[in-house]
């Protein structure tokens, strides 16, 4: 396998020293090439296991192995896209892409590579604009290139559309999953939204809460393109609703009776 996660457990201590479990003996194994969607319910720790194969975060027990090397800090062989862009704002869109290449390769090498990959997203014609003139959609196809441009065997994507409104991520889908096939890279994909994992995976790792585990590993054995064939996509939406009520309910759950108490 190219990601092994391995009886993986992460403990913090809240502000009173007690221990809080954010993940649970997570075991995970991922091929090379596979798009792999991380999906459960707020406060799963789904972002902190992406955080975690990253190298941003420190695991309490139990290991992670990319391409036969345990993890053990962040690395070039592992692109991040978080859910802001993070994008110098004064930059422009070239010089964004191009700004971690700038020790590894010559200024025209890094020049030709940030077109290259400005043009897989479809910004070339807004090579010269800076962040504050382009969409929130548009920003994120940049963070995406930078990450692209690094050339890194797995792309770490957190919720990166999440906060774009339905018909931008909509079509981000579609250039994402081009992307991926051009490029064949691993990508592992955090997300809150059971419809865009169907859309995107080939598998879907269903997370439960409190503290975060694995409740099931979902192959999605539907034909691409995923919009052809919505009754097939309807029901295992259903499917995965089912599984995630219970974990649902117990967040709700949670919050009304910390509300109750504050």
């Known amino acids: 396998m190219f990601i ?10 809240d502000k009173d020293k007690k221990s809080n479990t954010v993940l649970h003996d997570i075991d995970l194994s991922i091929k090379k090439g596979e798009f792999v969607s991380i999906l459960g319910p707020s406060g799963c720790g789904k972002s902190t296991l992406l955080s975690m194969i990253a190298g941003l975060v420190g695991a309490t027990s139990g290991e992670i192995v990319v391409d036969e090397k345990k993890v053990v800090k962040p690395g070039k062989d592992r692109g991040m896209v978080f859910q802001e862009a993070a994008l110098f704002p004064w930059m422009n869109v070239t010089e964004n892409v191009m700004f971690p290449l700038r020790k590894e390769m010559s200024k025209k090498e890094g020049l030709d590579r940030a077109r290259h990959f400005l043009q897989m997203v479809q ?25 692209l441009a690094m050339n890194p065997s797995v792309l770490l994507m957190d919720e990166p559309f999440g906060a774009l409104d339905e018909q931008t991520r909509t079509r981000l889908h ?20 059971i419809s865009e994992s169907i859309k995107l995976s080939d598998r879907i790792i ?23 064939h919505k009754k097939d996509v309807a029901e295992l939406e259903e499917e995965i609703m089912g ?3 219970t974990e649902i309910d117990k967040v709700v759950n949670e919050e009304l009776a910390y509300e109750a108490r504050s």
Request: glycine content about 6%; charged content about 25%.
């Open 4 to 13: 092994e996660v391995k009886q993986l457990n992460k403990v913090y201590l």
């Open 123 to 147: 910004l070339s014609n807004y090579a010269n604009h800076y962040p504050h003139e382009l969409s929130g959609g548009m920003q994120q196809r940049v963070s995406i290139a930078r990450s």
């Open 174 to 193: 579609g250039q994402l999953e081009k992307i991926w096939i051009d490029t064949k890279k691993t990508i592992v994909f955090v997300t809150h939204s």
């Open 206 to 228: 269903v997370m439960g809460t409190r503290p975060g585990t694995i409740l099931t590993d979902i192959k999605v054995n539907i034909p691409r393109p995923r919009e052809d």
């Open 243 to 245: 599984l995630l009520k």
